[in-house]
């Protein structure tokens, strides 16, 4: 009887192999949680960008219904959006038609020829717009 417990008392604990496997076991799992909400981030930051990239274009829509309405033609709208050479000239034409906010993130981030916001720096995109000729009509297009 005195040795049944005595094994007893041995085989109470983990061995070292049973720890080292369940620590690894944790970490795999810790891995696949950790890139799955990374991936969930830069996915809900392209989304992000992809809605920015529609809020322009309805922008854009919006400023050459109206710059063409009443007295102003389509040509003289045409001649006005080429004009504006630069991206930010272009993001100027269309202050009216966004809220402040959004002009001003995407001011502070822009360049001449790239209008960016926080959401497209980090992943790595820009927005142009398109050139405007009796072929097409001008769109907001996302470069990544």
Not at 88 to 106: C, E, G
């Amino acid at each position: 009887m005195n040795q049944q417990s005595n094994l007893k008392a041995t085989n109470s604990g983990f061995s070292l192999v049973e720890l080292l496997l369940s620590v690894a076991i944790i970490g795999i799992m810790s891995a696949l949680i950790i890139s799955s909400v990374s991936n969930a981030a830069r996915d809900s930051r392209t989304v992000i960008a992809r809605q920015q990239q529609v809020v322009l274009q309805q922008a854009l829509n919006a400023w050459i219904s109206a710059a063409s309405s009443g007295t102003n033609s389509m040509a003289s709208t045409q001649t006005a959006y080429g004009n504006a050479g630069t991206a930010t000239a272009k993001l100027a034409l269309l202050r009216d038609y966004l809220q402040d906010s959004t002009y001003a993130q995407f001011l502070s981030n822009s360049t001449t020829t790239q209008i960016r916001s926080d959401a497209m720096i980090s992943i790595g995109a820009y927005l142009t717009f398109s050139t405007w000729n009796a072929t097409n009509y001008p769109t907001v297009q996302m470069i990544q």
